[in-house]
């Protein structure tokens, strides 16, 4: 799967999500609820693109790629939940369990595009 059509679908799924819980979201954990949407948006973009990027190359430059780039990744979504927490105010818990509930859909959704992809890659090869 190409990069733009991972992310339309990333895109999809997070529109159609916080459409779906807008309404049931006290007024004050909205911003908190897209701001974590959106964080675990752009963290599954990441890991895809570099594991897309990586894909191609040595062992060497792929496995640096992926556990470097997780590394870096935690470390700028770390840097950006305190932020948020601190500077914006958002409110923690409504924060958080956006953050890690779109984080494990979008790892599933990942991970189940990978092995599909590796499949036919296989399959091509066989």
Do not use: C, D, H, I
């Amino acid at each position: 799967m190409s990069f733009g059509r991972y992310a339309a679908l990333v895109v999809v799924v997070v529109t159609v999500s916080l459409g779906g819980l807008w309404p049931v979201l006290a007024a004050g954990n909205r911003t908190a609820a897209v701001a974590g949407a959106l964080l675990a948006a752009v963290n599954t973009l990441g890991a895809y693109g570099l594991v897309l990027w990586a894909s191609g190359r040595s062992t060497n430059a792929f496995m640096g790629a992926v556990l470097g780039g997780m590394v870096g990744r935690m470390g700028l979504m770390l840097a950006a939940v305190v932020a948020a927490v601190l500077v914006l105010g958002l409110p923690k818990v409504p924060l958080a369990v956006s953050l890690l509930g779109y984080f494990v859909v979008f790892l599933v959704f990942e991970l189940t595009v990978l092995q599909r992809r590796t499949n036919g890659a296989e399959a091509r090869r066989s």
